[in-house]
């Protein structure tokens, strides 16, 4: 038997809408639309143009209808951190600040002082990240008192995409976790950082599992794309919950690693591991499909690369992917190596000055060429990946033998063959789409087509090829190990 569902994937660059048509254990996905997604500057701050998205995601919808199919359900998911304010009777109060907006950069520093870093990390197991929605919130308190007099309660964006298909406001977890106002061992939001922070407890909605259905498309919303028989679903909301869902693997001998914009790297675990190490340390205790827990390590991705091609690009310089992993890989190994997570890369003027300016600082060769620039940017992200296994190990008691690579990034041999060399073990690279096929398939599960996780990932292994890289150069990447332990900030 056939069904059908659409994903509408949401990233900090693109969001798209996809069909995906499940037959027996075999899915295939066809791209219907494809949309450009970026931050919005007004008025000195940074903002999602959340209604223009909304329109794009209803025009992948009336196209889907106009090929004579009705799938059974629908879902959204996104990145996480950042949300929208609803008001009585207004369906939005003001646009949503996107996570780089520098609000936070006060609120960040006072949270920790005033509330404690212990105290955060004890109630959320959440690292911390000044772009995390705790600080956020503590911005509006601080800058926009007026907004939250007349808010009822907020829905991080996924979710509140889906309230607008389906008038169904409800949070769901694998999102609410990543604000680090969520506690996993109570499975509620913390009550003590609500109060800490100085807001009201019905501000924070109603929280849902991964695969709640929440109910048809509005009538509104059947009118207008001609889908009439599709039942919005809360799958894993944060796109990477849904990612890791969708990660091919078997046993418990392996790690995850979404590569995009951001690289996260992580395990799969049963509860949270929240202790004094883990937040030394500044892991991550995450929801998942399930239950389970994506204990993981946030890392600046390949937002290095993309910040480095835009600056090209303005300076009329213009490199697409491949010819820049092409370039990378003809250029001189371990010329200069950077700390991925150093905070000058989160949110630079000019990416390549920033790369520069750190090799400088600490006595190496500085990149010349957009070769030279690419090829420091993928084997200083291999080796955070090497050095982040190695605490993993540690902090979990776990082997890890394999590493998963899905995401965009896994589209790059270069960075994958990187990545086997820099951590020393077998990587298995793909699906690309794993976001948006982790999205299809939980919603097969909550309408019941497929069973469990496991059935989940016994399809993505039938459906989708997987490249394997093992580790090569192994004397060469030691050194370069030892190098890169001793950048400033490494850790």
Request: proline residues 5%; contains cysteine; aromatic residues 8%.
């Amino acid at each position: 038997m056939t069904h059908h569902y659409i994903a509408c994937d949401l990233g900090a660059e693109s969001g798209r809408v996809i069909l995906g048509t499940l037959e027996g254990d075999r899915l295939s996905l066809d791209e219907v639309h494809r949309f450009a997604n970026h931050a919005v500057r007004i008025a000195g701050t940074m903002r999602w143009n959340i209604l223009g998205i909304f329109e794009q995601l209803k025009e992948g919808l009336r196209q889907i209808a106009q090929r004579g199919v009705q799938p059974a359900g629908v879902s959204v998911d996104s990145w996480g951190v950042d949300y929208v304010w609803l008001g009585d009777g207004q369906p939005m109060l003001t646009l949503p600040h996107h996570y780089r907006d520098p609000r936070t950069n006060t609120t960040y520093e006072a949270a920790q002082q005033s509330i404690g870093r212990e105290t955060i990390f004890a109630e959320t197991g959440i690292q911390f990240m000044p772009l995390n929605t705790i600080y956020q919130l503590l911005a509006d308190v601080q800058q926009s008192p007026q907004v939250l007099q007349v808010a009822t309660q907020f829905l991080p964006i996924a979710d509140y995409l889906n309230y607008l298909f389906s008038d169904v406001a409800k949070c769901e977890v694998s999102l609410a976790s990543t604000t680090q106002m969520y506690n996993p061992a109570t499975g509620d939001w913390s009550t003590k950082l609500i109060e800490a922070c100085g807001l009201r407890r019905d501000a924070f909605p109603e929280l849902a599992g991964s695969g709640t259905k929440l109910g048809p498309l509005t009538a509104e919303l059947q009118d207008e794309t001609g889908l009439n028989t599709t039942q919005v679903i809360a799958t894993c909301s944060h796109d990477t919950g849904a990612a890791v869902a969708a990660v091919p693997a078997e046993g418990d001998d392996w790690a995850y690693l979404s590569s995009g914009t951001w690289s996260l790297i992580g395990v799969e675990l049963p509860q949270p591991l929240v202790n004094d190490t883990a937040r030394e340390e500044n892991f991550t205790n995450e929801v998942g499909y399930g239950g389970t827990i994506r204990f993981l390590k946030n890392i600046i991705g390949l937002w290095l690369l993309q910040e480095c091609r835009r600056a090209w690009q303005r300076e009329g310089q213009t490199l697409d992917y491949a010819e820049l992993n092409n370039l990378a890989a003809e250029a001189e190994p371990f010329r200069s190596l950077i700390n991925p997570n150093d905070p000058r890369f989160l949110q630079p003027e000019h990416m390549p000055t920033a790369i520069t300016t750190f090799c400088q600082e600490t006595g190496q060769a500085a990149p010349e060429t957009p070769g030279q620039f690419a090829r420091c940017i993928l084997e200083s992200l291999s080796l955070m990946y090497g050095q982040m296994l190695k605490t993993l190990q540690t902090l979990t008691g776990r082997e890890i033998r394999k590493l998963h690579i899905v995401g965009g990034g896994s589209q790059s041999k270069l960075l994958n063959q990187f990545a086997a060399d820099a951590t020393g073990r077998t990587v298995l690279a793909g699906p690309v789409e794993a976001t948006a096929i982790g999205n299809l398939l939980i919603q097969a599960i909550a309408l019941g087509q497929l069973d469990d996780l496991s059935a989940l990932r016994r399809v993505v292994r039938s459906s989708f090829g997987i490249e394997t890289y093992e580790p090569s150069n192994r004397e060469a990447w030691s050194a370069a190990q030892a190098r890169f332990a001793a950048l400033p900030t490494a850790r």
